[in-house]
């Protein structure tokens, strides 16, 4: 088929590499606009859009994928399909309607579960034991449409959101490559999204990152490997912000009061509501991240101390 992808940042740069060993023909490439970024706040072409480049890809990076110039040139491009994975705008009706077999995308869920911006954080955060990822013909509605397949993934005790989208990234490209060789092949059948089990992903804030102490030890764990590796967990240690990687709940671990800190020779326990936490890797402001032990020495953390 004559495609055109849809996507933005690089976990969608899997399912492209997917699509240019499957024989289908890649025509262009429709990516948010270039954005400023790095210390002096240069332009940065996207993962996507720079993938494009580096294969000889047309680029297209309409402001709104309404525009006239935009839909002009998706007509000329007459694709039959549009992949689509994380590209992060509203597509119009007038765009979907284009492409013989409309958009479809790969949604790193298994819907009605999870629908919106952030579905692998927001799994890692609820405690979920399974996810997936489903391929949906995309409509109006936020990630309704009916779905054309789907595939599983256990969500590990130590992943982190970053682990967890990586893993689902690849086997999703193939998930999207096989659901569109049964597009072309005929034998493709898109099933209804059931009424039950809908819950929503809007994405997550710095202030969802902020780590609550008086939580119990299992949904710290979980907050923080859900906001890792973006938006990144955080705390505050003598008014001054503090952000950490993931931690590991201590069951036989001394009483400690939410947030107390405890800096051993070969750990650093922080209290909950129930056990303490190991600490991990701890980033203080201006400073590299460093092992939970080194930033304890340094900072002289001392008894009954806190993480507000």
Not at 32 to 41: H, I
Not at 126 to 149: C, I, K, M, N, R
Not at 155 to 174: F, N, Q, V, Y
Request: proline residues 9%; charged residues 20%; aromatic residues 4%.
């Amino acid at each position: 088929m004559r495609l055109i992808f849809a996507g933005t940042p690089a976990v969608a740069v899997p399912a492209l590499d997917a699509i240019a060993a499957s024989g289908h023909e890649l025509l262009a490439v429709v990516t948010r606009p270039d954005a400023p970024a790095g210390r002096g706040r240069g332009l940065v072409r996207s993962p996507v859009g720079a993938w494009a480049d580096a294969h000889g890809v047309e680029v297209l990076t309409p402001a709104r994928p309404r525009e006239p110039e935009f839909l002009d040139r998706l007509r000329e491009l007459a694709p039959d399909c549009v992949p689509v994975v994380a590209y992060g705008a509203l597509v119009p009706p007038v765009a979907l309607e284009v492409p013989r077999y409309g958009w479809i995308n790969l949604h790193f869920s298994l819907l009605p579960a999870w629908r919106g911006a952030a579905p692998v954080q927001h799994a890692v955060l609820h405690g979920d034991e399974l996810t997936g990822a489903s391929v949906f013909q995309l409509e109006q509605g936020l990630d309704t449409g009916p779905v054309y397949g789907t595939l599983t993934d256990e969500i590990r005790p130590t992943d982190t959101s970053g682990d967890l989208l990586e893993r689902l990234a690849h086997s999703g490209a193939g998930l999207l490559v096989a659901v569109l060789d049964a597009i072309e092949a005929g034998a493709a059948r898109a099933e209804p999204q059931p009424a039950d089990g809908v819950s929503l992903a809007p994405k997550l804030t710095v202030e969802d990152a902020r780590v609550r102490w008086s939580d119990p030890a299992f949904a710290v764990d979980r907050r923080i490997r859900a906001c890792t590796p973006a938006p990144g967990a955080w705390t505050t240690f003598r008014g001054e912000r503090v952000k950490l990687g993931p931690v590991v709940p201590v069951a036989d671990g001394p009483e400690l009061k939410p947030g107390e800190l405890l800096a051993e020779k070969a750990r650093v326990l922080a209290g909950t509501a129930t056990v303490p936490v190991r600490l991990g890797e701890v980033r203080a402001a201006g400073k590299k991240a460093m092992s939970a032990s080194d930033w304890a020495r340094g900072a002289r953390v001392a008894a009954g101390e806190v993480l507000a």
